[in-house]
Structure formats: structure tokens, C-alpha cells
């Protein structure tokens, strides 16, 4: 979304809020909330559950009362934020280069080292080095265009900004074939300082409603590799000329580069050979990668740009983790996975340390009696498919957080 757009989502948000029916202040809203185990459990939008520190004295009816309240209540809640955010920080102080930096940078350099390995398997006549090379190149390229995308946009490799920039420009632009600018823009800025806000970061981008549910989740997701650079030409006309340039320099060069590898080492004879074998390698995980943005957001509470609650509780509501899993934790990170809520509490955080991170957020958000969402692959897939047309079709309806607003 370019940044001149920024004022109409506010106001089609705020629009989508004041043609919401709401419940009477004296009624309790109830929010489905994945539970770990599958099922869900209701979530009450209720002062009490949703402002777990504060005290339990006499409050004297009236607006006035109201308002100091409305006070009360945000102090809380700001203070629950700062109090996290020094317990996590002295782990991060506590913690060695190789954990913050480290670790995620040696799964990207090994992911860089193993594709001459894959482009050489695919030399062979035999089905299952093929196969492999297949693998190798498709985990790979994941890795460093998904992994590696996502920490460069937050700047989580390094310390330095301007190293950040270089790598952002590596992994989204030349690894991805996306627009660096847009992407950090649209990620950082919307998604991120908006989650789950109606019309500026509420996953909708997401939402193709002209689809059916079978085709969006099973079929759709083989284009990903099509529709990305298409996409990123298209945001090019928001961004300088200079950036523009360089973002088509790089795309181009990735994408040649692996058109290139795939003719003269892998030995594909055919243009449309190695045209597919690309297609088939960069979507090897467009699946779950489809999945993974919206299993965590959409079906969760949706708020009102003019009505959303504190960071600590925007982001407890809002977002949900999934179970570890070895394959995505490698190609897709932690934090997009099984740590996706310390994400976005800490979003400079690396992938290792938001895993490091996850039991301290856990139980501090438990001790508040907090929402921590959890739940499985499985559980959210039946979930979509039962309710594509509410979830990824309809509008969602914004959470009314009686006591919060």
C-alpha cells in the first residue's frame, strides 16, 4: 500500500467499523480463540478477563468514571508491555552473537552453500537424485527467499543498518523477485504497526474472495512464483526511479541466473524444461507458505483503527502460534512458525530469539491472564476449509473489547 493510501485505509477501516453492529457495553462478547489442543476456547472480551493487573475496587458509575478509567486501564496496559519487554531484554543482553545472529546465519549460509549440490543432482537421468535435487533446490530457495526476506525486512541479521539494507536487497529483490521497499513498507509499517486493524494490516492482501476454497488452498498457491515479481513490477510505480532500477536489475539477475544454472549445469535441453523445473522449485513450499500468512491473523479478533487496544493486547488477540515444525522452521524461521507471537511483540528480534524468548512470553502472558494462541497445522486447515466463505470472503466483523475502547 503506498504511503499516500495510507489515510483511505484509515477511513475504509473506520467506515467498516461504524457499519458493524455492536453489542451494548452491558452484554459479553465472546471471540472463538484457538485452544493447543484443536478445539477453541471463548475468549471474553470482559474488563476483568482482558485487564488481568488491575485492582478490584469500587469504580463510581458515570463518564467521568468512565474516562479514568479508560486511563487506568491504559497506564496497565502500557506498563505490561514495559515490564515483558525488560524481561525480555535481559535475555537479549544475556545472550551471545551466535544467538542473536548467529544461528540464523549459518541456516542461510548453509542454505546458499547446498544449491550447486542440488543443480548437479538434477543432472542425473536416475528418479531419486533428481528428486533430491528437486528438494534441495526447492528447501533452499524458501530458505533464503522466505527466511531470509523476512529477517533482512526487519533488520534482524545484523546490527548495522546499513549492512540491513544490503541484505534486504539480496534476499527480497534478487532471491524473492519482489520490491524491498514495498515489501519492508507493506510488512514493517502496515502489517506490523496495524495487526489486525481493518483495512491497513488485517492480512487481507491475502484474500483472493473470487476463488473458491479448494482452488485458494490447494491450487492457487502454484502461481506464487508467477504472481510475485508480477506484483512487485506493479508496486514499482511507488517507489523512486532509483529504486525502481535496481529492483528490476536484481530480479532479472535472479531470475536469469537460475534459468541459466538449470540449462548449462543441470543440463535441462529445453527452454520449457528448465522454465518448469524453476516453477516447480520456487513453489515446493508455496503451500504452507500461503498457509502459514493466514492460518495466524485471519479468524482472530479484528479491530477498528480508532478502537484498537494496546500493543500487548493487540498482538496477544490477534496472533497465533503454530507447533514446531522441522521443514518450516528451517525454510520459513521460527518466527513465521512456532514463535509467531514473540514476533510481533519483538519483531527485531532473530528467529532463534524469539525461540529462546517464547517460554518467558508465554508465561508472563498466562501469569496475565492474557490470550497466548496456539494451535495446529491441521486444526487451522480444517478451519479454513469449514468457514472459507466468513473467513477469507465476507468482511470480518471488529471485535468490541467492552472496557478497552
Request: charge should be neutral; proline fraction near 5%; charged fraction near 20%.
Amino acid at each position: 500500500m503506498p504511503l499516500e493510501d495510507r489515510d483511505v485505509a484509515r477511513r475504509r477501516g473506520q467506515q467498516d467499523s461504524s457499519a458493524t453492529s455492536f453489542k451494548g457495553t452491558g452484554d459479553t462478547l465472546q471471540q472463538d480463540v484457538p485452544a493447543a489442543d484443536g478445539s477453541t476456547v471463548e475468549g471474553m472480551a470482559e474488563g476483568e478477563e482482558l485487564r488481568p493487573s488491575l485492582g478490584h475496587g469500587d469504580v463510581t458509575s458515570g463518564p467521568g468514571a468512565d474516562a479514568q478509567g479508560a486511563l487506568q486501564r491504559a497506564g496497565s496496559e502500557e506498563a505490561l508491555m514495559a515490564e515483558l519487554s525488560e524481561r525480555v531484554q535481559r535475555v537479549v543482553r544475556s545472550s551471545s552473537w551466535w544467538e542473536r545472529h548467529g544461528v540464523d546465519i549459518c541456516i542461510l549460509a548453509c542454505s546458499l552453500l547446498v544449491l550447486p549440490a542440488g543443480f548437479l543432482c538434477l543432472r542425473s537421468a536416475h528418479a531419486v537424485p533428481f528428486l533430491v535435487g528437486v528438494l534441495t533446490l526447492g528447501v533452499g530457495h524458501h530458505t533464503l527467499a522466505v527466511k531470509g526476506s523476512h529477517l533482512a525486512s526487519h533488520n534482524a541479521l545484523t546490527e548495522s543498518k546499513s549492512w540491513g539494507k544490503v541484505w534486504a536487497v539480496f534476499f527480497i529483490e534478487l532471491c524473492s523477485a519482489f520490491t524491498a521497499e514495498q515489501a519492508t513498507y507493506n510488512h514493517v509499517k502496515l502489517h506490523h504497526g496495524y495487526t489486525n486493524v481493518i483495512g491497513l494490516g488485517d492480512s487481507s492482501t491475502w484474500k483472493l474472495p473470487f476463488l473458491n476454497r479448494y482452488v485458494y488452498m490447494f491450487i492457487a498457491p502454484l502461481a506464487v512464483p508467477i504472481i510475485t515479481p508480477l506484483v512487485a513490477l506493479d508496486l514499482l510505480r511507488n517507489v523512486e526511479l532509483r529504486a525502481a532500477l535496481r529492483t528490476v536489475v536484481c530480479m532479472v539477475l535472479g531470475l536469469s541466473c537460475h534459468y541459466w544454472l538449470l540449462r548449462h549445469v543441470s543440463g535441462f535441453q529445453s527452454p520449457w524444461s528448465a522454465l518448469l523445473c524453476m516453477l516447480l522449485t520456487r513453489s515446493l513450499l508455496a503451500h504452507p507458505y500461503i498457509h502459514v500468512n493466514i492460518f495466524q491473523h485471519i479468524g482472530l479478533p479484528m479491530f477498528a483503527a480508532d478502537r484498537k487496544p494496546k500493543r500487548i493486547q493487540q498482538m496477544s488477540l490477534g496472533v497465533l502460534n503454530l507447533p514446531r515444525n522441522v521443514l518450516l522452521d528451517w525454510s520459513f524461521g521460527h518466527s513465521l512458525i512456532s514463535c509467531h507471537v514473540e514476533h510481533h511483540l519483538f519483531p527485531s528480534l532473530s528467529d532463534n530469539m524469539c525461540l529462546k524468548i517464547k517460554p518467558i512470553v508465554s508465561q508472563y502472558l498466562k501469569e496475565k491472564r492474557l490470550p497466548y494462541n496456539e494451535d495446529t497445522y491441521a486444526s487451522r486447515l480444517r478451519l479454513f476449509l469449514q468457514r472459507y466463505e466468513e473467513l477469507m470472503v465476507h468482511a470480518p466483523p471488529i471485535t468490541e473489547l467492552v472496557g478497552i475502547q
